[in-house]
């Protein structure tokens, strides 16, 4: 029989059993415009348009690009399974992005191409494609939209010629800047951030390059008049240049997700100034603002410094894979480090350490030798009560805490108590209906595997080969309950500690031996 599923779609089965609808639920997201929780209200229910800022392809991503991406994964998830029809855009940022986000300078990319002498964009393609391998390895699903800036340069040149009739912007020798001044004297710059104009000057008296071309030292280029040595340009009214970083998220925002759209996501390093000009650069070419809620997650740092590039302090993705870094005593899975990140709140901090990480693979193992033990569970005629009524309060209790601004590591605390009833169910100590045990299995894996997305290996696998896998280590096991039924224990020792050394975990119950990766 024919399978018509394509790949994209496999991939996009989060919803293992019903969804919820979204109308019965409440949920709350932080709002960083207006600095509080509010009520999630589509602007168009049940479609949900939103947009996240994705890398600049200059690098292998790290540990500090894995957050927004699995924070953002967290919520495309969970829209989803709450009913609503979401269009999530990520970008790629391929040109425009100067070093120290200054208005001068090298881009990053032309720079890394210039240093290893090819073009910029290989460059781009090479960490893109990197960069995507290491996002699938996280389990991470893929936008529905992942628009290149090098791609809509036209979006991005329409943009700036709106900004430019309706008087927000000036030309001075080719490059194309935003008047910051006249803008917020007819607005308001700095509603997201919370600066003042005079705040943005003063800070940039001494760190922004160009001030000659300007009228002011904090306005911000939409346009860059490309010196003879940039590679990276293309023709535009008003010189061979590059559009600014800021403009293509506007641009691309708008052409996929309208001129009004949901959300806005992001990393809280791009609030100031990417996000705050993004804003301006809205209001000014349209007239009204573009986002209705704005989200941010926090940094991973280490040892208190924010993890970046800038900062040569980062762990590559492929380094904690590998265990290929003097701060890592060992390799570390993928879906470690999701688990990792998810036991935070998205708007706190996350501070890396190797122990962190140990923490982190011991409460991953948890939960997936809990879904395997559900298996091994035999329903009775009823449940005892207390098993029964924590069975019926937890569906609420885990959608309680992702509705309460995403709270994921409540949302792993309760789970975590599901996992210790499955050890008491397990152990006989306490009775549950095929019924109730039914609710706790469906709960427990939609939860789990398909909202956190915390997938087991057996799921990833390939199911026959898993299964041969199977019948394999249960032989083995066969083997040594015949060896130690015929009191042959040195045989029996030797088939366990072979089994444990292929990092199998061996544990002897009153139903026989069970085993787990």
């Not at 881009?107 to 393609?125: F, G, N, S």
């Not at 290491?134 to 040149?157: D, F, R």
């Not at 140990?358 to 449940?383: C, N």
């Amino acid at each position: 029989m024919c399978n018509f599923a394509s790949d994209i779609d496999k991939k996009k089965r989060i919803i293992r059993y019903k969804s919820h609808n979204y109308m019965e639920q409440t949920l709350l997201i932080y709002n960083t415009l207006h600095r509080q929780k509010e009520r999630f209200e589509p602007l168009h229910a049940p479609n949900v348009g939103m947009y996240v800022c994705g890398p600049t392809v200059y690098g292998d991503a790290h540990l500090g690009h894995a957050r927004p991406a699995i924070t953002f994964d967290i919520l495309f998830r969970y829209l989803q399974h709450l009913g609503y029809k979401v269009r999530y855009v990520r970008n790629i940022t391929d040109v425009g992005h100067l070093e120290h986000d200054a208005d001068e300078g090298e881009d990053k990319i032309a720079k890394k191409a210039r240093l290893e002498q090819v073009e910029p964009m290989e460059i781009a393609q090479h960490y893109t494609r990197r960069f995507n391998r290491a996002m699938e390895k996280l389990n991470v699903l893929p936008p529905s939209i992942e628009p290149h800036a090098t791609g809509h340069i036209i979006e991005q040149q329409q943009l700036v010629q709106e900004i430019l009739d309706r008087g927000y912007a000036y030309e001075s020798n080719g490059s194309i800047y935003f008047d910051i001044e006249k803008y917020n004297n007819d607005y308001k710059y700095g509603i997201l951030s919370g600066r003042s104009l005079e705040n943005v000057k003063d800070a940039s008296r001494d760190t922004l390059a160009g001030v000659g071309e300007k009228r002011n030292q904090a306005d911000f280029a939409l346009w860059k008049k490309a010196q003879p040595e940039h590679i990276m340009r293309w023709p535009s009214p008003w010189s061979d240049g590059f559009p600014g970083w800021h403009c293509e998220c506007t641009a691309m925002g708008r052409k996929y997700l309208g001129e009004e759209f949901d959300i806005h996501g992001g990393g809280m390093d791009l609030i100031f100034p990417h996000h705050e000009c993004e804003i301006a650069q809205a209001q000014a070419a349209m007239g009204h603002q573009q986002v209705k809620y704005w989200m941010h997650n926090n940094m991973i740092t280490i040892n208190g410094q924010k993890m970046g590039k800038s900062y040569n302090n980062f762990i590559t993705l492929d380094q904690f894979f590998t265990g290929q870094h003097e701060l890592l005593t060992q390799p570390f899975a993928p879906l470690t480090i999701r688990f990792f990140i998810l036991s935070a709140h998205y708007r706190g901090t996350v501070d890396f350490s190797n122990d962190a990480l140990l923490a982190a693979e011991k409460g991953l193992s948890r939960m997936q030798t809990a879904l395997k033990d559900l298996q091994r569970i035999q329903p009775a005629k009823g449940s005892q009560p207390e098993i029964e009524k924590f069975v019926k309060a937890l569906p609420q209790k885990l959608y309680d805490a992702m509705n309460d601004d995403l709270q994921t590591p409540e949302v792993i605390s309760l789970l975590f108590e599901a996992c210790r009833q499955v050890n008491i169910l397990v152990d006989r100590k306490a009775k549950i209906s095929a019924a109730d045990l039914e609710t706790l299995s469906q709960t427990m894996h939609l939860w789990i595997e398909d909202l956190l997305g915390l997938k087991t290996a057996a799921d990833s696998a390939d199911p026959a080969r898993e299964a041969a896998f199977s019948k394999a280590v249960d032989m083995i096991l066969e083997m040594r309950a015949k060896a130690k039924a015929e009191k042959d224990w040195a045989t029996s020792d030797r088939l366990r500690d072979a089994l444990q050394e292929a990092g199998f975990v061996i544990k002897d119950t009153a139903d026989g031996t069970v085993w787990s990766v």
